[in-house]
């Protein structure tokens, strides 16, 4: 079978009789005996016939023939009172595309449970459905004003010319002013740059997002330009863990270790004085043998240092970009079954799937985030009052 139509031609036999044996198999539970078994027949309630119901499928209309009751206390499950619409295979294939199922492991679930083969081309048409859906969510207008937003990449293999490249699947989380998280738009590029990330910023800003009052960003270089170039009030901090990674990129095994540790008191210090102090003591142990990682944190310290500004509750949430790794981690379960992707469509097509799971989890505040926001209007009053009222 190597179209829609082909499935739905096998399939509509097939599935109008399985219907309609579960209807029968549902009125024989609910009176409790079996059709002409009167011996253990024990209520007063018997069949009465059926009704004819036409329902739509993915197959095409199909005709039921519903049992009744005698005494009208039969509800359908299968196919309720009122239902016109039983369609369901293409939302199977969908919610295990979503989960990471590959094609073939669609295609032997179809094969086990319906006894039919399909082919990669039908399930890569039934999943091109949501492609409508994925425009609309990528253009849909934005909040006004986030208090916090998170910018990473990550980064997958995917063909391209006949050619395998990695490719970079931008990423946006914004935290609103009433606390909520929220991903705003993923783009799929050619390696992470900072010229694609002005063209994110930039459409952010199309979209309708005026302010953003803090970005917490990896230390790629430029990100910080493209940034004041699109929001220059807004505050970059760079990630501490991805400074720390750097820092270890070129430093000896043996001492990965110690040099994690020493610069643990450098970002858990009270104050941005207390820090530098910190950094002093670090220079005088190590600076000698890694120069670099020295340079390093004082080259980036201006963006580093941002939080030391900020109350415990701000720190925590801004110092790593922990939310957006750990929505990266939730993608990389889905997608660590397919090592090349065939197209940037069938990339996007699966993390947009894989996220839509990610935002039905995402209902409560940020903790903390009555006294969070009570600390933002103090740093930004204007700005932050500005939307709130």
């Known amino acids: 079978m190597k179209s829609v139509e082909d499935v739905q031609s096998a399939l ?9 044996e579960m209807l029968e198999a549902e009125l024989e539970t609910s009176l409790g005996y079996a059709k002409h ?22 197959y095409g209309d199909i005709t039921l023939k519903v049992p009744r009751d005698r005494e009208g206390e039969f509800e359908p499950v299968i196919v309720k009172k009122n239902q016109s619409n039983v369609t369901g295979i293409e939302d199977q294939i969908i919610a295990m595309y979503a989960k990471g199922v590959s094609t073939r492991d669609i295609q032997d679930h179809l094969q086990q449970l319906y006894g039919i083969e399909v082919s990669p081309a039908f399930i890569s048409n039934v999943t091109n459905k949501i492609v409508p859906l ?25 063909k391209q010319d006949g050619t395998i490249v990695n490719k970079a699947a931008y990423m946006a989380i914004g935290i609103d002013l009433e606390g909520h998280k929220d991903v705003l738009g993923i783009w799929i590029g050619e390696n ?12 952010l800003r199309n979209r309708g997002v005026q302010d953003i009052l803090i970005t917490c960003v ?9 940034i004041a170039a699109c929001y220059p009030k807004t505050e970059v901090q760079k990630c501490i863990i991805h400074q720390i990674r750097n820092s270890i ?18 970002y858990k210090a009270p104050t941005e004085e207390a820090a530098l102090d910190e950094l002093e003591q670090f220079e005088k142990t190590w600076g000698g043998k890694y120069p670099l990682i020295v340079r390093s944190w004082r080259n980036n ?36 079954g397919k090592a090349v992707f065939p197209t940037d469509e ?41 939307y709130l009222w």
């Open 218 to 226: 990896d230390n790629l270089n430029g990100f910080s330009e493209a």
């Open 249 to 266: 990129k070129y430093v000896s095994y043996k001492d990965v270790k110690k040099i994690t540790s020493a610069l643990q008191p450098i």
């Open 134 to 158: 994925i425009k609309e969510w990528q253009n849909r207008p934005l909040q006004a004003v986030y208090a916090i937003v998170f910018l990473d990449a990550i980064h997958f293999k995917v």
């Open 12 to 20: 509509k036999e097939l599935f109008a009789e399985t219907l309609q």
């Open 346 to 386: 069938a990339l996007l097509k699966m993390l947009y799937l894989s996220t839509m799971d990610v935002l039905r989890k995402w209902t409560a505040r940020v903790q903390n985030w009555g006294q969070i926001l009570l600390q933002l209007m103090v740093h930004f009053p204007a700005r932050v009052q500005l």
């Open 192 to 203: 992470e740059s900072a010229k694609f990330w002005l063209h994110v910023l930039n459409e």
């Open 301 to 336: 310290w201006d963006e580093l240092a941002t939080f030391f500004k900020y109350s415990p509750e701000i720190r925590k949430l801004i110092y790593t970009t922990n939310i957006i790794e750990s929505y990266h981690r939730q993608l990389r379960k889905v997608t660590k």
């Open 37 to 58: 078994d009167v011996k253990n027949k024990q209520t007063t309630n018997s069949r009465n016939g059926y009704s004819k119901k036409t329902v739509r499928s993915e």
